[in-house]
T-cell receptor
Framework: DGGITQSPKYLFRKEGQNVTLSCEQN?????MYWYRQDPGQGLRLIYY???????QKGDIAEGYSVSREKKESFPLTVTSAQKNPTAFYLC?????????????FGPGTRLLVL | QQQVKQSPQSLIVQKGGISIINCAYE??????FPWYQQFPGKGPALLIA?????SEKKEGRFTISFNKSAKQFSLHIMDSQPGDSATYFC??????????????FGKGTKLSVKP
C-alpha cells in the first residue's frame, strides 16, 4: 500500500520546546517537500530536498530544520526560534528531479502550542 | 513574478450549477499547471493538470481552460455537487531554474455547494 505517511496527526508544543514531525514515503520518490498551511494563506514552502543528503530552504525556513538521511524519510523539526508555530504542516513528494510529475501530499500534522 | 493569484477567495454555488475558479501568473517560464482539491483536515489531492501546449483539458465534470497569451487558467466544475465542497488550489511550476519542479500555489478558493 504505497503512499505518504505523516505522524503524529496532532502535536502539542510547549514554550521553548523543539518538536519533530515525521514524514515517510514508500513511493520511491526522489524529491520531498514541507509546507506550512495557515487559513487564507495557501501553502508556503518551508524546505525541500531533491536528493538524499541535500536540502534547500524554501520561502519560510526560519525557525525550522530538516534532514534527509534516507530517501524515504524527511523529518521536520520546529525549533523554539519559530515564534508562531501553530499551523497545519504538509509533507509532499515527487517522483524525480527535473520531471514535470506532480507532488503527492501526506495527510498532514496539526501543530498546536500549549 | 513568482506569484500565482487566485480568485475568488470563496464561492457559493447551488447544486447543479457551474463553479468557476480563476488563476493568473506572471512568470512565462511556468509550464505545468495543476489543480488540487483539499477537504478539511486532509492533505491536498491532485484533481487535474494541464501543460501550455493545449488550451483545454477535461476529466469528467472538471475542466481546465488555459489562455497562454493572457497568462490565465481556470477550473470549471460542471453540475456541482455538495460533495465538491472543498478548498481548491491552483499551482504552477517550471522545468527550468534552480527550483525546477517546485510548485507555486495560489491562496485557495473555498467552495460551498448548496443542496
Amino acid at each position: 500500500d504505497g503512499g505518504i505517511t505523516q505522524s503524529p496527526k496532532y502535536l502539542f508544543r510547549k514554550e521553548g520546546q523543539n518538536v519533530t514531525l515525521s514524514c515517510e514515503q514508500n513511493l520511491n520518490h526522489d524529491a520531498m517537500y514541507w509546507y506550512r498551511q495557515d487559513p487564507g494563506q495557501g501553502l508556503r514552502l518551508i524546505y525541500y530536498s531533491q536528493i538524499v543528503n541535500d536540502f534547500q530552504k524554501g520561502d519560510i525556513a526560519e525557525g525550522y530544520s530538516v534532514s534527509r538521511e534516507k530517501k524515504e524519510s524527511f523529518p521536520l523539526t520546529v525549533t523554539s526560534a519559530q515564534k508562531n508555530p501553530t499551523a497545519f504542516y504538509l509533507c509532499a513528494s515527487r517522483p524525480s528531479q527535473g520531471t514535470q510529475e506532480t507532488q503527492y501530499f501526506g495527510p498532514g500534522t496539526r501543530l498546536l502550542v500549549l | 513574478q513568482q506569484q500565482v493569484k487566485q480568485s475568488p477567495q470563496s464561492l457559493i454555488v447551488q447544486k447543479g450549477g457551474i463553479s468557476i475558479i480563476n488563476c493568473a501568473y506572471e512568470n512565462t517560464a511556468f509550464d505545468y499547471f495543476p489543480w488540487y482539491q483539499q477537504f478539511p483536515g486532509k492533505g491536498p489531492a491532485l484533481l487535474i493538470a494541464i501543460r501550455p501546449d493545449v488550451s483545454e483539458k477535461k476529466e469528467g465534470r472538471f475542466t481546465i481552460s488555459f489562455n497562454k497569451s493572457a497568462k490565465q487558467f481556470s477550473l470549471h466544475i460542471m453540475d456541482s455537487q455538495p460533495g465538491d465542497s472543498a478548498t481548491y488550489f491552483c499551482a504552477a511550476s517550471s522545468r527550468y531554474g534552480g527550483s525546477q519542479g517546485n510548485l507555486i500555489f495560489g491562496k485557495g478558493t473555498k467552495l460551498s455547494v448548496k443542496p
